[in-house]
């Protein structure tokens, strides 16, 4: 019988991080690509409604006497105590890769703000910082099923939504992961499979497809930028000023490393292709605790993006912004590219 295992060449687009123990992207660790790809799972598994569990609480176990064995949907495939991942990833020929030539290692935004206290102010620059170089160029990568019945192109198919629509990796909210995959993989296995899977599962706080957004603008001519990675940064500080009459609620969308950390819940690309910038993002109901109804904070982004830059799409899962205007959810997953 066939091995039932695919071979993909990942390429870099902007440059990737995988992490290591010094914070630094030394080689491209297989545990950060698995991260990935479970998290873009669990989303999509949640946007059809299906059974996915809140990682960080460790919840599922397998039983077998325990309804559906004790595993929700996604750790069926990915794995839980007592349960084995449904197939492995093989990174091959990782020499390929190397680090970035003449990386920025401290970015500025070209925008200040002046902050006082005790009589004196003084103006600051949103700086940030990294300890080293990305990778860039490719790598080959090698899926093997390891269970007979599983398909191992439902990974296939969500290694490729990923590379068309998010990033790949960490740091995605600095710019970092966007990546093409060759040979193209066809995501419609992946669909199906989330098709027998769906079900009336709401998710209001964590990630999820249908309170997820999808973007892509031009960022004017940055060919003659000395620095075209700044724009990145710009939108970044851009973004965060939308929210500045409340803290709380800017902490809660763009994330905050000061007093109870919280990640972003916006990412965005560094420029490529000339002067391209991706974002996605998520902004689920819980956001109402704030004061703020989830669609008035998309309306926000959305009126920055299309006011500021040329929005080339925006996708937005029953919405009268989606480019595409879907109200099923499998209709919205296919217009991602399946068929």
């Keep these: 019988m066939a091995v039932n295992s695919l071979n993909i060449t990942l390429e870099t687009v902007t440059p990737i991080w995988t992490g290591g123990a010094e914070g630094k992207a030394d080689r491209l660790h297989t545990t950060g690509i698995m991260g ?16 996915g569990c809140d990682p960080t609480q ?67 620059t949103p700086t940030w910082y990294f300890k080293g170089p990305a990778l860039r160029d490719k790598v080959d990568i090698r899926l093997i099923a390891t269970e007979q019945k599983f398909q191992i192109q439902i990974i296939g198919g969500l290694m490729q939504f990923i590379a068309d629509w998010a990033s790949i990796g960490a740091k995605p909210q600095m710019g970092f992961g966007v990546v093409e995959i060759t040979p193209r993989q066809d995501v419609n296995s992946l669909i199906e499979h989330l098709q027998s ?43 965060r000023c939308l929210f500045a009459t409340d803290p709380n609620l800017r902490h809660f969308v763009m994330g905050t490393v000061k007093g109870e950390r919280r990640g972003a819940k916006i990412m965005m690309s560094r420029p490529y292709s000339g002067n391209t910038i991706r974002l996605w993002g998520w902004i689920p109901e819980e956001v109402s605790r704030f004061g703020a109804a989830r669609v008035q904070v998309l309306d926000r982004i959305y009126k920055h993006l299309s006011t500021h830059y040329a929005l080339t799409y925006w996708r937005e899962f029953d919405s009268p912004r989606d480019t595409n205007r879907c109200n099923d959810i499998f209709q919205f997953l296919q217009s991602f590219g399946g068929k």
């Design 58 to 124: 460790h919840a599922c176990m397998y039983k077998d006497e325990l309804p559906d064995q004790g595993l929700c949907d996604v750790c069926r495939v990915f794995g839980a105590t007592g349960w084995s991942r449904r197939f492995r990833l093989m990174v091959e020929n990782e020499d390929q890769l190397q680090p970035e030539k003449s990386p920025n290692l401290k970015i500025s935004a070209a925008r200040s703000y002046v902050r006082g206290k005790g009589g004196v102010t003084k103006t600051i």
């Design 197 to 239: 899977i769906a079900g009336t599962n709401k998710e209001k706080k964590l990630p999820a497809l249908d309170n997820m957004f999808f973007a892509s603008i031009s960022a004017g001519n940055l060919a003659t930028s000395r620095n075209p990675v700044q724009e990145t940064f710009n939108l970044k500080y851009d973004l």
């Design 36 to 51: 990935s790809l479970r998290w873009w799972y669990e989303a999509l598994v949640r946007g059809v409604g299906g059974n």
